[in-house]
């Protein structure tokens, strides 16, 4: 574009007709995302051709493959220096490889890995008709008590297509914390927010209340999505572009040359407050913040755990990562704007969610507002704006996706007559029935409470001491006061489990496959590793925390 | 390299817990002897380390150090002061009698699922407890000191309300919701305590850059490190919360009355002759080292608060009917000495409080082992349901006098020389809080003399006549103690030698001398 013309009376400079080039993707920099996608695609031609008996184990299979090949290819990248010095923006500006976005794709890849465990899992539920079923509905489409509902369960029916939908949800996990246009960012928001919505709906019990979890998450989902695009469309006309790095140099006052036809509303800072704010808003729901958090509770306890799970760890992964990039690439010139607002939305989430959760009386509910009181924790990192911020937040995320993804899986096992027995009632004495689960899930509730030698423990210190640093004080005293709040929900549930009697008609723990059984055992491994020896995660966090521009 | 003994000490009860706990539900008694060998080894082990120490050599001794969290500053720091060593090896030593005294206070009445493990699972978690105990008084790195202090309320939990006596007033029910009421109260009260803790010990580090205890306590002696006047009073604050409810401190102390009552009685010595006195040197150590003018700010107040204890748990002693209940008041008053000697701020009150733990250790462990045999007896915990046991059990009755003497501080015992020593140490500069503690042991008298009297003297009741005298094993808990307290109250000098410089270097850093001592009328 430095070609300099030479103009007539007749002509004015324009953009040379060489800028509509072919786009320039970088295979090689992208490949985890696009193993991912690819592995997504080939699902959904095996669920076209293969026959039905084998399409279980097929998509299994594709599952583990791609998702382990996109590991070892984030690995790759990131031995290769693309983390710290060779950090770049691929895809034509659109998406950042840096190291962030580098360790948040490694964490949604391996929690997607465990998840897909317990995805997998087809020994919880009795054989329906001689057929191993997972926890998904026989066949989504046939309304529930219907004939046709029963038709399909008799003939041994599954969703195999929850593991395509998964792929599609994590490929769009790894772009969103990645995506370095607002346009990309909203993509990515959707790519991974429709196949959730969808899977929400398909549990094999309870289906009407699966089917309302996912409906209320759609249409709040829907509102939210609505919010960002208009954010983005104000933040477009007060930049004059999507780019995350030259909404920055407006912001900073740094931009070379303006567009003439954007002139009169570039830089128009309530075009920038708003839809800043709307932006954030999107984000803020994804994470579960209050208050944007009505959908958390209704969706974790109505979609099937496993995927409750994934849901839990994952999303909040990709979209503290989302937010973490927005607020450190774009804003930080409106560092003292949006710092007030999030210290208020922080002070909330973590107090609100600590106290309502005393309250439930159901696992899958309360684990929902604990999840809720751990996003304020971690809005407590974002807000330190320092590099120990971002790498404190990275090892949070790390520690608490693991955590939540075995403490959901030891929920699935804890069973009734009806299906999974989550009220907590149905709990008591469970360490008496069967010692190991309830140990298991009391080191996850010790980790949550952040008990000192559990991961737990380690992340907050880590936030907690990057909030402190970045002059966070009274955040840090109010964090340390819902965690009190919180360690007493944590507690009821283990002295239910622990010092109460156990009722006569109270639940088994059903014994799971290897799946499962992995799953929580790499749950505990992370907890404790994470726990007792950081150091190795904390220096890999603390590498990665500088994000390109 | 030498050996790491300090670890080694932490280390062996540790892998022990984990052995015990792995021991198959029916090779119950194995897991008690082992339990037992791996708690006689630790003490040989503190026996080494207390031979090895050298009271007049450098401050802290068998350092370890290594890296372990760089990204917040923590090393692995271990080293032993004379009170530390002093303290570490009352653990070692009171464990084994704990595992002896709850020998069958875990053996499960009925047999339930095969993977229930009761008896495995208490004996793991006392000798879990000792782990953590013992790493938190080797720790010279503040944040490796907080994580076990605060890890150690995972297993002291599962120990109050997962173990309770057989017998109960009121029935099992109700016993076993007491007992989790008890445990719940215990972790929440100390937890909160721990999370206040928790966010002084970040601001610690934004302060000061490091946890290593005595590169900030140079840094602040040397003058490169300032901190503010209010800063260092917050933190002090935040500690010194904990650390009062651990001890504990009136008004935090009401924890402790529940625990003691519904524990057994093994694990009642656990909380109160072991856990509780992390915090008591948790003060001396931190407290005082790292915020020396705040800690001479706080004085006035703290001092009136261990007044109140004092006073106030003796008078409640005085009104208890539930024997267990009645110790764990009793020991909320001999607390309140402690850290009366802790912030009178003079060399023998500093001595007297640390020797006061190692003694208070010995004579609650005593008086409380010794009460437990007599309820496990009976099957009650109130003081009314008993009556002329001295008659039918002599031996009991004998041990259990004494223990009861050592606790109202008869001179001869060891308890008298702390007591002694840490009123003169107030007395010396605080006169009127010094007069006002005495009446703290006549209330002692009371109430240790009244409990003896109504349960061992006077008719036999009905239902304790064919109660048996102490056996072998109860004997072996019990003569040792009470030889160990006749031992140390006559000759407390081993203890004082190594307790001693200790507490002078601990003088200096918070820049206090002994007052002179001055004749009034010599004005």
Same mark, same amino acid.
């Given at each position: ?7 007539? &009376?007749? =002509? ?20 985890? +995302? ?30 583990? %493959? ?7 290819? *984030? ?38 890995? %465990? ?43 599954? =969703? ?68 960002? &695009? ?27 040359? *303006? ?19 709307? %932006? ?15 959908? +958390? ?61 005393? +309250? ?50 030891? *929920? ?33 509730? &010790? ?45 009821? %549930? ?56 | ?49 207390? @031979? ?44 084994? !009698? ?192 790292? !915020? ?35 110790? $764990? ?14 912030? $009178? ?12 733990? @190692? ?62 020593? @840490? ?21 002692? $008298? ?78």
């Amino acid at each position: 574009m430095s070609t300099a013309a030479v103009h007539s &009376l007749w =002509t004015t400079a324009s953009d040379p007709i060489a800028k509509i080039g072919a786009p320039k993707i970088e295979y090689g920099q992208l490949s985890p +995302t696009l193993i991912v996608v690819g592995a997504a695609v080939v699902g959904v031609l095996v669920e076209a051709f293969v026959p039905r008996k084998s399409r279980y184990y097929a998509q299994v299979f594709v599952a583990v %493959v791609a998702l382990c090949a996109a590991f070892a290819a *984030v690995v790759a990248l990131a031995a290769d220096g693309y983390g710290t010095t060779k950090a770049r923006i691929a895809a034509m500006g659109a998406i950042a490889v840096d190291g962030p976005a580098l360790f948040l794709q490694g964490t949604i890849l391996l929690a997607g890995l %465990v998840a897909l465990f317990t995805f997998a899992e087809r020994r919880l539920d009795p054989a329906a008709h001689g057929n191993r079923v997972d926890s998904f509905a026989a066949q989504a489409a046939s309304v529930p008590g219907s004939d046709s509902e029963k038709a399909a369960v008799k003939a041994g029916f599954t =969703t195999t297509e929850v593991f395509p939908l998964l792929l599609f949800a994590i490929a769009g996990m790894l772009i969103f914390p990645a995506a370095n246009d607002l346009l990309t960012l909203f993509v990515a928001l959707e790519v991974f927010s429709l196949p959730l919505y969808l899977m929400c709906a398909l549990a094999r019990r309870k289906r009407l209340m699966s089917q309302e979890a996912a409906v209320k998450y759609f249409l709040l989902g829907a509102f939210a999505s609505a919010f960002t &695009l208009f954010g983005i469309a104000l933040l477009y006309g007060y930049a004059g572009s999507v780019s995350y790095g030259t909404i920055a140099q407006v912001v900073e006052g740094t931009i070379p040359n *303006v567009d003439p036809a954007l002139a009169d509303t570039m830089g128009n800072d309530a075009l920038l407050l708003i839809g800043a704010a709307l %932006v954030v808003m999107g984000l803020l729901f994804k994470v579960g913040a209050i208050p944007f958090h009505m959908w +958390t509770p209704d969706v974790y306890q109505g979609a099937p755990t496993p995927v409750t799970g994934f849901m839990a760890a994952a999303t909040k992964v990709a979209a503290f990562g989302a937010l973490l990039r927005l607020l450190y690439v774009i804003l930080p010139g409106l560092r003292w704007d949006w710092r007030p607002v999030m210290w208020a939305v922080a002070i909330i989430t973590m107090l609100g969610g600590a106290i309502v959760a005393i +309250t439930q009386t159901d696992i899958k509910r309360l684990l929902a507002y604990s999840s809720i009181a751990h996003a304020g924790f971690i809005l407590a990192g974002v807000i330190a704006t320092s590099k120990d911020g971002v790498s404190s937040v990275l090892f949070y995320l790390a520690g608490y996706s693991f955590v939540t993804i075995g403490a959901f899986a030891v *929920v699935t096992l804890v069973r009734d007559a009806g299906g999974e027995a989550t009220h907590l009632s149905k709990w008591a004495g469970l360490g008496r029935r069967s010692p190991l689960v309830a140990a298991v899930f009391a080191v996850f509730l &010790l980790a949550f409470a952040g008990i000192p030698l559990t991961s737990g423990f380690a992340g907050k210190f880590a936030v907690f001491k990057a909030a402190a640093e970045g002059g966070a004080a009274p955040l840090v005293v109010i964090g340390v006061i819902s965690s009190a709040i919180a360690a007493f929900f944590y507690i009821r %549930v283990i002295v239910l489990m622990f010092f109460s009697e156990p009722r006569p008609e109270g639940p088994t723990v059903a014994v799971p496959s290897p799946l499962t059984m992995a799953a929580i055992a790499v749950g505990v491994a992370v907890t404790l590793v994470l726990g007792v020896a950081p150091q190795y995660f904390l220096d890999l966090a603390s590498q990665a925390g500088v994000f390109v521009r | 390299m030498s050996f790491p003994l300090l670890t080694a000490t932490a280390v062996l009860p540790a892998v022990g817990a984990i052995a015990t706990a792995a021991v198959p539900a029916a090779r119950r008694t194995a897991a008690k002897w082992l339990a037992l060998l791996v708690s006689l080894a630790t003490l040989a082990l503190a026996i080494v380390i207390l @031979v090895r120490f050298d009271p007049g050599g450098a401050r802290y001794q068998l350092t370890e150090s290594h890296a372990w969290i760089s990204a917040f500053g923590v090393r692995y720091e271990l080293g032993v002061d004379g009170i530390g060593v002093a303290l570490v090896a009352l653990t070692a030593l009171l464990i084994p !009698f704990i595992v002896l005294a709850g020998w069958h206070d875990a053996d499960p009445l009925e047999t339930g699922s095969k993977r229930w493990r009761p008896t495995q699972g208490f004996f793991a978690l006392i000798l879990a407890v000792e782990a953590m105990v013992i790493i938190s008084f080797e720790a010279t790195d503040v944040f490796l000191f907080y994580i076990f202090f605060e890890a150690m309320l995972i297993p002291m939990y599962f120990l109050i309300g997962g173990f309770g006596d057989r017998a109960h007033e009121h029935g099992e029910e109700a016993a076993s919701t007491q007992r989790s009421y008890a445990a719940v109260k215990f972790l929440l009260y100390n937890l909160v305590g721990g999370l206040i803790m928790l966010a002084a010990v970040i601001g610690l580090y934004v302060v000061a850059g490091n946890f290593s205890l005595q590169e900030i306590v140079q840094a602040r002696a040397n003058g490169s490190l300032h901190m503010a006047t209010s800063t260092e009073r917050w933190l002090f604050l935040g500690f010194f919360f904990a650390f009062a409810v651990k001890a504990p401190l009136w008004p935090l102390h009401t924890w402790l009355p529940n625990a003691m009552g519904e524990a057994t009685a093994p694990v009642a010595v656990l909380i109160t002759a072991v856990v509780d006195k992390v915090g008591t040197f948790a003060m001396l150590r931190f407290c005082l080292q790292l !915020f020396p003018e705040a800690s001479k700010w706080a004085t006035p107040v703290i001092l009136v608060l261990a007044l109140i204890s004092i006073v106030y748990g003796a008078l409640l002693a005085v009104g208890q009917r539930d024997i267990k209940r009645l110790v $764990a008041y009793a020991s909320i008053s001999h607390f309140g000495f402690i850290i009366l000697g802790i912030f $009178a701020m003079t060399s023998q009150g500093q001595s007297g409080a640390t020797l006061y733990m @190692v003694n208070h250790g010995i004579s609650t462990a005593a008086l409380m082992l010794v009460a437990g045999f007599l309820i496990s007896r009976r099957g009650s915990r109130l003081i009314a349901d008993y009556g002329g046991v001295q008659k039918v059990a002599p031996v009991l009755a004998g041990t259990f006098l004494i223990g009861g003497l050592a606790t109202l501080s008869l001179p001869g015992l060891a308890p008298f020389v702390s007591e002694f020593l @840490v009123l003169v140490g107030t007395f010396t500069r605080y006169p009127a809080i010094g007069i006002i503690a005495t009446f703290g042991i006549v209330l002692a $008298a009371l109430y240790t003399l009244v409990l003896y009297q109504r349960t061992m003297t006077g008719p036999v009741k009905p239902e304790v006549t064919a109660m048996p005298d102490l056996r072998a094993r109860e004997l072996v808990v019990v003569a040792p103690l009470i030889v160990l307290l006749i031992f140390l109250g006559v000759y407390p000098k081993p203890v004082t030698d190594i307790v001693n410089p200790a507490v002078k270097q601990t003088m200096s850093d918070v820049h206090q001398t002994d007052p002179k001592p001055e004749v009034e009328a010599a004005k």
